[in-house]
């Protein structure tokens, strides 16, 4: 069974800094896409983030030159490094991981508050 462990959330002001990392344990092979998902009360999930087995990240819109996503192979470990935060980036964060045929592991999820 994998499990995925979060952590990095937090409390934050407007402008602030936050990291997240998420790293998938257990019995798998290897790990495809990672990624973040993100999902403000009220609303739907949404995409935050992606990142390819070689490094190749993609970003929505909103977070994109503010968010960076990074991987590190060899400790199976995703990072969200999250700068010039908003209050709109209030969310629970959710990460992922594609570990092909053994299908893809969430996250238990990572508050975020972006506030004075």
């Known amino acids: 069974q994998v499990q995925v462990v979060e952590s990095g959330g937090g409390l934050v002001q407007p402008g602030g800094s936050l990291r997240l990392s998420c790293a998938p344990s257990?019995?798998?092979?290897?790990?495809?896409?990672m990624g973040w998902y993100r999902q403000a009360p009220g609303e739907e999930r949404t995409l935050v983030a992606t990142?390819?087995?070689?490094?190749?990240?993609t970003y929505a819109d909103s977070v994109r030159g503010r968010f960076t996503i990074s991987r590190d192979n060899a400790k199976n470990t995703e990072y969200l490094q999250m700068n010039s935060l908003k209050p709109e980036d209030t969310a629970v964060y959710y990460c992922?991981?594609?570990?092909?045929?053994?299908?893809?592991?969430w996250g238990q999820g990572t508050q975020v508050t972006v506030s004075s």
């Open positions: 990142i390819t087995p070689g490094g190749r990240a």
């Open positions: 992922f991981a594609d570990l092909g045929p053994s299908g893809v592991a």
């Open positions: 257990g019995t798998f092979s290897n790990i495809l896409n």
